[in-house]
């Protein structure tokens, strides 16, 4: 499982807000910030797509810069979905190498090159199936969970309904990673021992804690 893949996607171009703001929001800002300073067309309109859909298959990371409006939906980490995925990048990558460099200022060059290396990075690590079998302290459908709250302002009831639907698309991403960990299981594919008990560990002493002491009522609490 991998949430929010691209926050360091454009290390010169890209420079999101980190605000999160009440209400439906556009993404308007963070898709101006996408492309700050390319001049490239082309270079700037594959970054720009690049961008809308990282928020697209990443609604945490969109609630994170203030981009609301998917802050109803869990991303989709199904094995299809990562198949589609990786497709996507494909994509992105051909139209990255289709544009010559030298055609480009220095600056966009700098840029290119950074957007190029990302892409074929993870491409390179999609061999490893990560998504079948990685599974931690620090990365599990708990530690997801924990994230949800923290990133929700319930400053309306429009904020509060998607706060709920959030929960409750939650459930669907939990059986998402679970059916991942199946496949891979078949495949033979596990994490580490140690890795697994300790999220053993973790994911029976949430089960255990006091309701009121759970992170996903934390906003409801204190509104």
């Known amino acids: 499982m991998r949430i929010m893949p691209v926050v360091a ?3 010169v171009a890209c420079s999101p807000s980190p605000s999160v703001a009440g209400g439906s929001g556009s993404s308007g800002g963070e898709m101006s910030d996408a492309v ?3 001049q490239d067309p082309a270079l700037a309109a594959l970054l720009r797509d690049h961008w809308e859909d990282a928020l697209e298959t990443d609604p945490l990371l969109g609630t994170m810069i203030g981009d609301r409006r998917r802050d109803d939906a869990m991303p989709d980490v199904s094995h299809e979905a990562e198949l589609q995925r990786r497709r996507t990048r494909a994509g992105f990558l051909a139209r990255a190498r289709a544009i010559s460099p030298e055609s480009i200022e220095a600056a966009d060059r700098i840029t290119h090159a950074i957007f190029v290396e990302m892409l074929e990075a993870e491409t390179g690590a999609e061999v490893c199936e990560s998504h079948l079998w990685n599974a931690s302290a620090m990365d599990n459908p708990v530690s997801a969970l924990s994230h949800i ?3 929700s302002q319930l400053v309306d009831v429009a904020a509060g309904r998607a706060y709920v639907a959030r ?3 939650y ?5 998402q990673l679970i059916a991942n960990l ?3 299981a078949e495949q033979g594919r596990f994490a580490p021992r140690a890795s697994l ?3 053993a560990a973790m994911d029976r002493a949430a089960v255990a804690a006091p309701l009121a ?3 996903p009522v934390a906003p409801a609490d204190q509104s």
């Open 213 to 215: 002491t759970r992170v």
């Open 171 to 175: 459930a669907r991403f939990t059986d």
């Open 167 to 169: 929960l409750h698309a």
């Open 197 to 199: 008990a300790r999220l």
């Open 182 to 184: 199946a496949i891979g």
């Open 149 to 151: 709250a923290p990133l």
């Open 36 to 38: 700050a300073g390319v």
């Open 9 to 11: 996607v454009l290390l």
